[in-house]
């Protein structure tokens, strides 16, 4: 009910829309007459024009392709309420019932085709969302040309045979081929980053050449299957002339170079009403419930073990309907704190299991949550003989021993490594651990003075790191791991290089360690009670503070129980706290036990839906 509560609250708070660009993505549009429905994303003919006649009673006005790529070159303002409709995977329907309202409404719109649908051969069919389709179940060249004639249909690409699957990982599991390096079971090896570019510029240089073809205008606009897309094929597409790209998400639309423009997706059929609702941006701050999970839990050397350990995680999550999992990508067996391995193919370290990619990829389709890369910044541990191993600061009276992000071949050898873990998997975001601190007597080679000057250093190096990641996922969100002695005591700064008002500025979210053991606090309630009252006194920082509680004692080495947990993430939401996770997540053990803790970690509203 408290959450409830707060959130009406923050949501009579928010203004109501003001101006502002809106791409809306469309797919199939049905009628009763079609029968069962089994594509997810197909709208009702009787909503969509319900949808249109909402649009236009209410001052939106439609907009082309073509004016935004020319507003993002500086060209002509857009209207303040526009909007831009547009249609994927070229379907026969937007020529028998969309394309007419077009013309009624006097609206452009952009349809992005798969030219290899459209090129199948009579009598070849394949797998549609779920329906056997064939080439009639999309618009004709003929068809295309008609429309493109009018003036108010441009063609975009899709691809030309990049719309379904590809195996990216030992396990079988099947990502979205422009992101993906596509993995050979055959001789275990994946293709090279060379031949992922070479594979992707042949698929869009196919598709260019025939849309240009048969609709006689070459594409101006990539529409990325799935939304999945990265910078380098942006680039690629670019490069062919596709200037402006199109992916999926919530974020606003912005018209300018060089940015993918992200559409609001029209799935489950969207009703006016949802409809309105989500052009008037009515949204509360959404809470995040959090569960750290070490994958260390989930490896085991027998693959058939394994493979139950990661059901018992998966059935674990599902039930729990937390919004983000905080997953370990790298191997700490012995605890210590530094990465000895990682769990995905890189070139520096040893790879313990090939195991990131498909954990992450599960937890995202069957448990719908966020993945974060939980990574060290600067706790690795070389192989024998790597130069950099030399090149370390800390290590004494138990402090975890970190490379020197201050020498250049360290910096390049880290970036590296996050290199290979974003191009080897599909995750949400970036958890940086507490390992990236700097204390006052680290020996460095050369860096600022400890400080603000150092902690915006070393800012500044995540940043670079965050910037290596999102060449492959682009709408990566950051969190930062912040320990709360520098919270509480801002003069520890120079002992740490964290800020909470730094941090704020920095990311997106704020992994604050809210464990009241890690400062040998004897009265817990009144130490958390004051972290809470500290967050709520900084501007910006409860919107993107998520307080981490502990779920084991590391000075005892016993869980903490359930009942003392839960104790404690009510005293901080009495405090005022809307974010919550907790670590470690012991699904093996099932600590903290599951019927205790979810009512509290869990987003899901009562009562829970079992999935």
């Known amino acids: 009910m408290r959450r409830l509560l707060l959130a009406l609250l923050l949501l009579i708070a928010l203004p109501a829309h003001a101006g502002r660009l809106v791409i809306l993505s469309y797919h199939d549009v049905f009628t009763p007459a079609d029968g069962p429905i089994t594509d997810p994303d197909a709208i009702s003919l009787d909503h969509f024009v319900g ?20 507003s993002m070159r500086g060209g002509p303002a857009l209207p ?172 606003t639309p912005r018209p300018r170079r060089e940015q993918t423009q992200p559409r609001q997706l029209l799935g489950g059929n969207t009703s006016v009403q949802d409809l309105e609702w989500m052009l008037r941006k009515r949204k509360p701050i959404a809470p995040v419930r959090a569960v750290q999970v070490d994958l260390d839990y989930v490896y085991d050397p027998d693959p058939a073990q394994q493979e139950r350990n990661l059901s018992r995680l998966l059935d674990r ?36 299991a090939d195991l990131f990619s498909r954990v992450a990829w599960q937890l995202q389709t069957r448990c719908q949550v966020h993945v974060y890369a939980w990574m060290p910044v600067l706790a690795f541990k070389p192989r024998k003989g790597d130069p950099v191993g030399r ?69 500044d190096f995540t940043h670079q790191l965050a910037a290596r990641v999102r060449q492959w996922q682009p709408q990566l969100r950051v969190a930062r791991n912040l320990f709360a002695r520098p919270v509480l005591h801002p003069e520890a700064e120079k002992d740490f290089a964290q800020s909470l008002p730094a941090f704020v500025r920095a990311y997106d979210e704020i992994g604050l360690m809210a464990m009241p053991q890690l400062d040998h606090v004897q009265r817990a309630r009144s130490w958390l009670k004051k972290l809470a009252r500290v967050v709520q006194r900084t501007p910006g920082a409860s919107a993107r503070t998520v307080f981490e509680l502990a779920a084991r004692d590391w000075r005892s080495r016993k869980p903490i129980p359930a009942a003392r947990m839960r104790a404690r993430m009510h005293l901080l939401q009495v405090e005022g706290a809307l974010h919550l996770a907790y670590y470690p997540d012991d699904f093996l053990t099932n600590h903290p036990a599951l019927e205790h803790i979810r009512p509290d970690i869990s987003a899901a509203t009562y009562p829970y839906k079992e999935r």
Not at 51 to 70: E, K, M, N, V
Not at 221 to 245: E, F, H
Request: aromatic share 10%; proline share 6%; net charge neutral.
């Open 80 to 251: 303040d309420k526009a909007v831009m409709l547009t249609f994927d995977d070229g379907m026969e329907s937007f020529y028998t019932r969309v394309y007419p309202l077009l013309q009624a409404y006097h609206a452009p719109a952009l349809l992005a085709v798969v030219d290899h649908w459209i090129d199948q051969p009579k009598g070849t069919s394949f797998n549609y969302n779920g329906k056997d389709c064939s080439s009639a179940c999309f618009v004709t060249w003929a068809q295309i040309r008609e429309m493109r004639a009018s003036g108010l249909v441009e063609i975009a690409s899709h691809t030309d045979n990049l719309h379904h699957g590809i195996i990216a990982n030992p396990q079988g599991n099947k990502l979205p081929p422009v992101i993906a390096r596509r993995y050979d079971r055959a001789t275990g090896t994946y293709e090279t980053r060379a031949q992922w570019r070479q594979r992707i510029r042949a698929d869009l240089t196919r598709s260019v050449r025939e849309i240009t073809r048969r609709a006689g205008a070459a594409p101006k606009a990539i529409v990325w299957p799935y939304g999945a897309y990265n910078q380098q094929a942006r680039k690629i597409a670019a490069d062919l002339g596709m200037t402006l790209s199109l992916t999926l998400g919530d974020g």
């Open 391 to 459: 090149m370390t600061i800390g290590g004494d009276d138990g402090d975890v021993a970190r490379l020197d992000p201050s020498r250049a071949p360290v910096r390049r050898w880290i970036g590296e490594l996050y290199t290979d873990l974003a191009s080897h998997a599909a995750f949400d975001g970036l958890l940086f651990s507490d390992d990236a601190l700097l204390r006052e007597g680290d020996r460095l080679h050369q860096a600022p003075p400890p400080g603000p000057a150092r902690t915006r250093w070393l800012i």
């Open 317 to 352: 999550i599902k039930r729990m309907h937390v919004t983000q999992v905080w997953l370990q990508a790298y191997a700490d067996p012995d605890g210590d704190g530094v990465a000895d391995a990682v769990y995905f193919p890189n070139r520096h370290l040893p790879m313990r």
């Open 51 to 70: 949808q249109l006649d909402y649009l236009h009673a209410h001052g939106w006005t439609p907009i082309s392709a073509a004016q935004l790529r020319a």
